[in-house]
């Protein structure tokens, strides 16, 4: 089961900030929580991931509360190419590996 | 271009039939992952290989099996196909069994349709 919770869809203004908020409420204190996003049907692609610290890539940053049971993605100056689903997953801990634990994601659709 | 190729892009079957999927993962990298996407879903992870060995099962259906070769590329082999099983196959490959970092890169795909 998905740990993660997120709004089905969001709208965001081009140009603008696209803030994506997640609930991971049951998180623990070793398990990562990672941002993928797919555009159209296509492979999801890598985002950005943390633990307990603020993270900053070329593509966005990632705001993870004190608690750590939530989190929210930032893509500063958001696209058109920007739309997509974006997933915020749970990397749980599995034997001797790591597993993503993938939610429904949130549809995010940028307008001109 | 993540690196990863999967073929067929489109395969068009059955009920009852068998077909197999392929992935050829990043140079280089020695994990493969499978997914299945249903319409409007997120992605369920089947299964995981790492150097040739099963090291992670997820919501695979018995009907299903994988494998990882000595060249380090994988097939998904899907049997006695149902209608659900319509679906996006995603394979992903990452270097690494286990890191801080687990970045997985994805193929694009190949979509399933069983009539």
């Known amino acids: 089961d998905a740990k993660t919770t997120q709004p089905p869809s969001m709208d965001c203004a081009e140009g603008r900030a696209a803030n994506l908020p997640c609930n991971h409420s049951t998180i623990s204190g070793n398990e990562y929580v990672y941002w993928y996003r797919q555009i159209h049907s296509q492979g999801p692609q890598y985002i950005i991931h943390g633990l307990k610290n603020n993270e900053t890539n070329e593509m966005a940053s990632l705001i993870i509360t004190e608690d750590r049971k939530s989190s929210t993605l930032i893509l500063p100056h958001a696209t058109l190419r920007d739309t997509a689903v974006y997933y915020c997953?749970?990397?749980?801990?599995?034997?001797?590996?790591?597993?993503?634990?993938w939610g429904a994601g949130t549809k995010l659709i940028i307008k001109p | 271009d993540s690196g990863v190729t999967q073929t067929p892009k489109h395969l068009i079957t059955a009920t009852g039939q068998r077909v197999t999927l392929r992935c050829s993962p990043r140079?280089?990298?020695?994990?493969v992952y499978w997914y299945q996407q249903s319409l409007d879903q997120g992605l369920q992870f089947l299964i995981q290989y790492y150097n040739g060995e099963e090291r992670a099962k997820g919501n695979i259906l018995e009907r299903f099996s994988a494998q990882q070769f000595p060249d380090l590329h994988s097939e998904l082999n899907l049997s006695s196909l149902e209608l659900g099983d319509s679906a996006l196959y995603f394979c992903a490959s990452s270097v690494e069994l286990s890191s801080s970092y687990n970045e997985q890169f994805f193929g694009p795909g190949t979509r399933l349709t069983v009539l």
């Open positions: 140079s280089g990298d020695l994990s």
């Open positions: 997953i749970v990397r749980v801990a599995y034997l001797s590996n790591y597993q993503l634990i």
